[in-house]
């Protein structure tokens, strides 16, 4: 926003000759018009007329990307050793303006890592006087400074005083608060961060949806606080903290605060062996089994490493998941009967990932043949992220095993469902040039949604070439599905055969 606290004149007379529309005189047809209008737009129209004023103004206030808009209606900001700090004593009738615009905010973004394009300084962080004297400054009726907030995302980079900055604008209207802290290196960096979890604790009638805290480590204060909070928020659906405590002990506290009605959960198992990761796994499952969405971050202190299907058994449990996304070192290797177990335990999964980190040496995965048993055994999967061990041999694909039963075998063979699956994605699978072609008659056979894409890590050169392999692999996969179906012959027959055409022609397709 270039200058949000701007006044927006009102005509104070009408001309004949500029009447609107009666229709463009009812607030609910201006306000879906102005909603999608963009911000230079909507300030434009604040200039119209009185109704056209207060809803354009709703729009350019209901959303903002920093808090400095917001402090300015109260006075300059200047650039000072300790942050950005007030220029001017703040002026009684300044806070009338203030509410005009603030009772408008929805959602507030800010962080401390942005440019402002006023100052022209590299740094939106505030002098540690700034929020003390908007508590100490603000009329005493005048209540919340931002009354009908219902989301903050705040972000802390450069400097942990910035967090305390947040509270002033913190309110029980909120549903969603979001909070990031970079590693910071002062020496008292434990308790702000615990002074901050222990006001937001404090606030009367709060009662979140969601709930983001990033921040690297998990010592004991901010545990403490962090426990006492969750506690008091059964309310939340959504909890994302990947930080978690180092001992065992502490994690299961941790875990145990988690509220019981979670949906969506993204966190931490640490563990240093496999009856770590075993009650580890068995107390975040028996505490959330509402879950929706899990998605962990399995890291390990020792040699041992989850890998096998007996490793992702206490996961069964959790029968409602839609969305399972498990990130370790080495991925877990499934065979085709742990695939048909899995689809089993989640038959309303949409989105499947499990793979290893990058690293030099190759993953755990899934032979490239068990991405039929995927589509057989996973009929409502819209997203596949996994590891592909690499190909060693031609692909031995079930309809190319006798000629004579090919058609029938390839009647048989499920697909995955082309009305939902849209993405295959393999990380860093290694795909060699001489498999290109088997591997695009089976994504070809498994995947016929027109809007299927494959995608992967790294640029042309990645892991011996393995991304423009795979480019290539999606690119023969939709040149197929752009051409009309010739019915006379069998279909893994016809893929095969515009495969190879397109591959011995000079028009080689890249793909994306």
């Known amino acids: 926003m270039d200058n949000p606290e701007l006044e927006y004149p009102t005509p104070t007379g009408s001309n004949p000759r500029h009447e609107m529309h009666r229709m463009l005189a009812v607030h609910e047809i201006v306000s879906n018009i102005l909603q999608n209008a963009q911000r230079q737009d909507q300030a434009v129209a604040a200039r119209v007329s009185t109704l056209w004023r207060d809803i354009a103004v709703d729009w350019l206030w209901r959303e903002l990307d920093s808090v400095l808009p917001l402090l300015r209606l109260l006075a300059p900001l200047a650039d000072t050793s300790t942050g950005l700090a007030f220029a001017q004593r703040i002026e009684t009738q300044k806070w009338v303006r203030f509410r005009y615009y603030s009772q408008r905010v929805r959602k507030l ?8 394009p006023i100052t022209e300084i590299t740094s939106c962080s505030l002098s540690p006087d700034t929020s003390a004297m908007l508590f100490a400054l603000k009329p005493a009726a005048f209540g919340a400074l931002l ?9 802390i980079y450069h400097d942990l005083i910035n967090l305390q900055h947040a509270l002033p604008f913190l309110h029980a209207s909120m549903k969603t608060l979001r ?36 921040i690297l480590g998990m010592p004991e204060k901010i545990l403490r606080s962090l426990i006492c909070f969750l506690q008091s928020q059964p309310t939340i659906k959504f909890l994302d ?5 180092e001992s065992n002990v502490a994690q299961g506290l941790f875990y145990q605060s988690f509220p019981e009605d979670l949906q969506r ?4 198992v640490l563990f240093r062996g496999p009856k770590d990761y075993l009650a580890g796994i068995q107390t975040l499952v028996q505490r959330t089994p509402k879950l929706r969405t899990l998605k962990l971050a399995l890291t390990g202190a020792a040699s041992w490493w989850p890998s096998t299907f007996h490793d992702l058994s206490p996961f069964l449990a959790l029968s409602n998941l839609e969305e399972l996304k498990l990130t370790t070192s080495h991925g877990f290797h499934l065979d085709p009967e742990d695939i048909v177990m899995l689809g089993k335990s989640f038959n309303k999964m949409a989105r499947f990932h499990l793979h290893p980190v990058p690293k030099s040496t190759p993953g755990l995965g899934i032979q490239a043949t068990s991405l039929i048993d995927f589509a057989m055994a996973f009929p409502n999967l819209r997203v596949l992220g996994i590891y592909i061990e690499p190909v060693n041999d031609p692909l031995q694909l079930p309809w190319k095993s006798t000629q ?10 499920p697909s995955f469902n082309p009305s939902t699956f849209q993405l295959l994605y393999v990380s860093w699978s290694i795909l060699e040039d ?18 299927f894409e494959i995608t992967c890590e790294g640029k042309n050169t990645y892991k011996n070439g393995s991304a423009r392999a795979w480019r290539k692999v999606e ?38």
Not at 109 to 116: A, K, Q, S
Not at 183 to 212: H, K, M, N, Y
């Open 265 to 268: 959960l993204s966190t931490t």
């Open 404 to 413: 004579q039963n090919s058609q029938a075998l390839a009647q048989a063979l």
């Open 179 to 214: 909070i990031t802290v970079d590693d910071v290196d002062i020496p008292d960096a434990d308790d702000a961060v615990a002074r901050f979890l222990d006001t937001l604790w404090a606030i009367q009638g709060l009662s979140l949806e969601t709930f983001s805290f990033d």
């Open 475 to 512: 690119a023969l996969v939709k040149h197929v599905q752009g051409v009309e179906r010739d019915t006379a012959r069998p279909y893994d027959e016809w893929c095969r055969g515009l495969i190879l055409e397109k591959v011995a022609s000079d028009q080689w397709p890249e793909g994306k």
């Open 109 to 116: 973004y800010h962080t401390d890592g942005d440019w402002d």
């Open 147 to 155: 009354p009908n907030v219902q989301e903050i995302h705040w972000e």
């Open 434 to 451: 001489k498999y290109i072609t088997d591997m695009a008659e089976l994504l070809t056979v498994l995947c016929r949604n027109p809007s």
């Open 241 to 245: 903290c990947y930080s978690t405590p």
